[in-house]
């Protein structure tokens, strides 16, 4: 997919956003942060989606170009910072925990004004400084290349609550079940079952987004009961999936 837009710099700012509200594509010569405190919010580039509820931001490379989707109404907090400044060093997308500390730094730094005083900048250093010590989240779904593998990873987007096996997807997709767990680890560095679970949190966030009960969401993305998803989901993501309602 190629870029629609170019922007120079990645803006510090707040938006809110509709639910289903896109970005379109695009890309930055600067560093960028998003982060969604209330909603939840995807980043999807070539190489494949990241997803964050409000206890995660995610991290975008100068020079990624991107997309974002919004699912539910969504406070999107941004920053900028100078690819010369990467407090990470990484350069690829990456979802980071977020802790009470940061995400009201964040906050801070998005809605109050650029004026260059001396105490915005000491909140930059702060956020920077935490931002150095958050943990990254395994929370992405890669593109597959391979076609049969891509196969199976639309089949089972498509309907997450899907049981089949693996040996039974590959039927379908003309492919045996060792070719498909060997493509799983060489494309995503997963295994099949970590690449499904993935892919069920990555619904269940849009779902609980959109205001959908815990039941009906563990029921939809394939998890045998509710408490089976919320262990699961606490797991992942340190609390309960009520909280993101």
Known sequence: MSDSRHQPAAPTALRRLMSGARIDRHRHDDHQIVYAASGV??????????????????????????????????????????????????DTP???????????????????????????????????????????????????????LAAVCAALDADPADNRSLAELGAEAGASERTLSRLFRAEFAMTFPQWRTQLRLHHALVLLAE??????????????????FIDVFRQAFGHTPGRNR
């Open 41 to 90: 919010l995807s980043v999807s580039t070539d190489s494949g989606t990241w997803i964050a509820p409000a206890t995660r931001a995610i991290w975008i490379p100068a020079g990624t170009s991107h997309e974002h989707r919004a699912y539910g109404r969504t406070d999107l907090h941004l920053v900028g910072l100078p690819a010369s400044d990467n407090p990470l060093e990484l």
């Open 94 to 148: 990456a979802v980071l925990s977020v802790g009470p500390l940061l995400r009201e730094l964040i906050i801070a730094y998005t809605t109050e004004p650029s004026d260059g005083s001396a105490e915005r900048a000491r909140i930059r250093a702060v956020l920077l400084d935490r931002l150095r010590h958050s943990p990254q989240q395994p929370l992405r779904l890669p593109t597959a290349r391979d076609g049969r």
């Open 211 to 228: 205001d959908h009960p815990v039941t009906t969401v563990a029921h939809r993305c394939g998890w045998a009961s509710p408490s089976a």
